[in-house]
């Protein structure tokens, strides 16, 4: 299916400040690029490089006053993210050289102390992808998911001593429980079709039976559209902007995201 | 300056045939990609990957029939190329490690073959961007420039031994002769907009005085627009597709270049 | 100089246990490897793959029973590390792409935590490296080194809770407070000659006048030669070794560092 | 099953003479090194890098007079290569993107040039492995193999021109037509312990069957342990050493290899 999905970022800058921007989806196995717009308004220099993720990631220094960027991509995806039920747990052995990081404790995932919560929430599960959804399911059951009220970043021990979060803080928690089962896992930012309201959303995906699945703990099943945006190891790797320097005020942020048809020439 | 440049190309592919596309120009240091569109007719599974010098590459399986490719793109690039008349030789062991493979002789470029010519050429000229220059002279004086005529991919040795050569080929001696001297130099693939008759166009890039210069054999001065789609170390790294299997038919190829306002929101 | 060291390490694991070691140190642009020794007992195979900080890491499964690792280096470095009073801050905009991930928040250096005592501490300093030497400073004169009392890893936030710390954690504190002034600052893990007890060593380095500086807040001043084992964002990147599963029980750990003579054949 | 491995080079070097080895075999998935020695006379600074194919290189400037350099290993590798007859060809689109480089036609492998010799010789085989045999066995056939007569390296089409070839050629020409079959192929140079008279050797590698798989054009079976010291497209890429100025003398080359006992503490 093909969606088209759009970011609009104004920020009010009172001098000149360095951004950090991860706003391009890339084409990969899951997801091509047909059409895309990345629009700075005024126009500045940009420098784009690659991060160890594989992100593409862009450097400017915004002039003082308001700022603006707007992105679009048209984008072909599937309709549902693939499932598996059973998919097997990859001993850490044979694991692929690049899904290590993903086991290792990060800033906002403190898998580290995670050990017997995760062992406790899997008792009787199977090895593997059953784990990782017995996770979800105790999350969905034991955190609310109240969108809008992160304005602070939760990491997996905070999410842990309340009762509600966002979906970003929400992943901190699945992904923490999954590398304390020594389940690679990493989180995804994004946009996803049926978001109420919109926003940008996150979710985390673990590497079980060989491949990358998708975990969303805040949306019910896996049907609709995603189109991830970046990965890392938690928010401190993903975030579509990061600011140096004195704080600015970010004025507006508008995400839309829509089917449409196939692109043509 | 902003451009807007599209190609355009369509292929009759008797059977299913394995493609690999380099048609995706990246935002870095020199160029801003804009805005981008990618299409593919018809729609085909994508895969892109970066290969290790940095070019977004597309793997597809084009089905039996017509196929095409139309990418567009509108882009922030400089009105000339930087020039620096009498920048420096950079001594081998001060080269960064990521210049060093453009030392090295390749396909297209029997840089090994051709110590005693550029030492020629270069006699009295000071080491450097001067004996770039002294090189993109002597291929000027010797070959005519016969764009239209390059079916066959020449290598430095075999544009050598002729008088008239494509810009890619021209392109070859370049670098064959700037590495005989130790200075390294890389092949670009890309649009250039004062072609007559507009195609793809190839020009050669060497480092010198610290960082990598634009040297085109074909084109009169270092006026003009250009948008990098590819490096490599010679056509061999950098066709814009390569098809393997049975060879398919080419039915059509347009390019076009202009200038454009700045996009706006 | 030249400096000998050796790590041993043995361990009794009760089952069949994956391993991660990160053990042999690279040879670079500060160090340089002559002589290396790294044998397993029993003999089991490995596996090398290179990290994304570029550590050289060893994969294997270590059989049921008694297994260890003795590893040792004869290596080339300085007598002491390079100092640079006044070296400069560089601005977000200039700093090299592979420095940014060393701005960012990880597991134990809480970045995001620290502006504010950052910003104090370093009042009335230079940006840049003053800034540094005011922070190992700060670090030196309210926390007491209590070498052997590490056996959790404490991140920044916890250091900043106490009145003592190993030299791993106050290098998480010295490197939180750099990132917080958006100064890259990275962990290293090494030998270095003049521990007491010997042990293996942790310090930090941070980016500042174009290139990394070391800065260890638990030994004096610059004296001493120091071999560079990992790089990483914090301790959770760069640990020795990571072990899977049930955890085993580590029986002895030996660490001697000398110095040699300059070795020949 | 264990070897012990030495290459000693001398050299006369008039004047001091930038130089890049490649000298440091790496542990991977199919080697362990557990003793390394790599001495320098006179000892000079050296800074190793990583290449793009995953080999260790240094880089180094050798002062006037003589230099030598003496590297040894002890290293862990197979009683004999893996053999596969029957292992299916990889369709392109199937390829990992990392075998892809070595598609393509390389400065010593015109694979451009060797389709339809290549289709010739393996008339009648399955595509993949029994293909790579076919061309192995061609070669036998129609090249004597003549170790000590490559002062000049031949390319595969020279070397299709002669009736004799050493052992890096003739892995020129198995290079070629398997690329121009669409096979990645790689050279390795390397040890190989039944070498008469002992030198460094070079065979290749193919990617059939989902792996790559050893093949040796100049000795009879796959018997023997052999230790890869670097991989590439062909000799451009894997010299041992490369020496950028004038021309020095190389005085001594002497390499030895011979099984030993597993190495213990």
Same mark, same amino acid.
């Given at each position: 299916?093909?969606?088209?999905?759009?970011?609009?970022?104004?920020?009010?800058?009172?001098?000149?400040?360095? /951004?950090?921007?991860?706003?391009?989806?890339?084409?990969?196995?899951? +997801?091509?690029?047909?059409?895309?717009?990345?629009? *700075? %308004?005024?126009?500045?220099?940009?420098?784009?490089?690659?991060?160890?993720?594989?992100?593409?990631?862009?450097?400017?220094?915004?002039?003082?006053?308001?700022?603006?960027?707007?992105? #679009?991509?048209?984008?072909? %995806?599937?309709?549902?993210?693939?499932?598996?039920?059973?998919?097997? $747990?990859?001993?850490?052995?044979?694991?692929?050289?690049?899904? @290590?990081? $993903?086991?290792?404790? #990060?800033?906002?995932?403190?898998?580290?102390? $995670?050990?017997?919560?995760?062992?406790?929430?899997?008792?009787?599960?199977?090895?593997?992808?059953?784990?990782?959804?017995?996770?979800?399911?105790?999350?969905?059951?034991?955190?609310?998911?109240?969108?809008?009220?992160? +304005?602070?970043?939760?990491?997996?021990?905070?999410?842990?001593?309340?009762?509600?979060?966002?979906?970003?803080?929400?992943?901190?928690?699945?992904?923490?429980?999954?590398?304390?089962? #020594?389940?690679?896992?990493?989180?995804?930012?994004?946009? $996803?079709?049926?978001?109420?309201?919109?926003? *940008?959303?996150?979710? /985390?995906?673990?590497?079980?039976?060989?491949?990358?699945?998708?975990?969303?703990?805040?949306?019910?099943?896996?049907?609709?559209?995603?189109?991830?945006?970046?990965?890392?190891?938690?928010?401190?790797? &993903?975030?579509?902007?990061?600011? /140096?320097?004195?704080?600015?005020? @970010? *004025?507006?942020?508008?995400?839309? &995201?829509?089917?449409?048809?196939?692109? #043509?020439?």
């Amino acid at each position: 299916m093909w969606m088209h999905a759009t970011c609009y970022l104004e920020f009010n800058t009172p001098v000149a400040t360095p /951004f950090l921007f991860m706003l391009r989806p890339r084409s990969g196995w899951q +997801q091509w690029v047909s059409r895309e717009q990345y629009v *700075l %308004t005024p126009s500045v220099p940009v420098v784009e490089f690659t991060d160890t993720f594989g992100n593409l990631c862009q450097r400017l220094v915004a002039p003082a006053g308001r700022f603006s960027v707007h992105t #679009s991509v048209d984008i072909e %995806t599937a309709e549902a993210s693939d499932t598996a039920a059973g998919a097997h $747990f990859v001993e850490v052995q044979q694991l692929p050289d690049d899904t @290590l990081p $993903f086991l290792l404790p #990060s800033r906002f995932c403190e898998a580290d102390r $995670f050990s017997e919560m995760a062992a406790s929430i899997v008792t009787g599960w199977a090895p593997g992808y059953d784990q990782c959804t017995a996770i979800v399911d105790y999350i969905r059951q034991t955190k609310r998911y109240a969108p809008g009220t992160g +304005q602070e970043i939760n990491s997996a021990c905070e999410v842990n001593e309340r009762h509600q979060a966002v979906c970003r803080d929400m992943a901190h928690l699945g992904i923490a429980c999954c590398r304390a089962l #020594s389940i690679p896992a990493r989180m995804v930012v994004g946009y $996803f079709e049926h978001l109420q309201p919109m926003d *940008l959303h996150a979710w /985390f995906e673990a590497y079980v039976g060989g491949r990358w699945y998708t975990f969303d703990p805040t949306q019910g099943d896996h049907q609709g559209g995603r189109v991830a945006i970046a990965y890392g190891r938690d928010a401190a790797d &993903v975030a579509i902007y990061t600011q /140096f320097g004195d704080p600015v005020e @970010l *004025l507006r942020m508008d995400v839309a &995201v829509e089917r449409m048809d196939e692109p #043509s020439y």
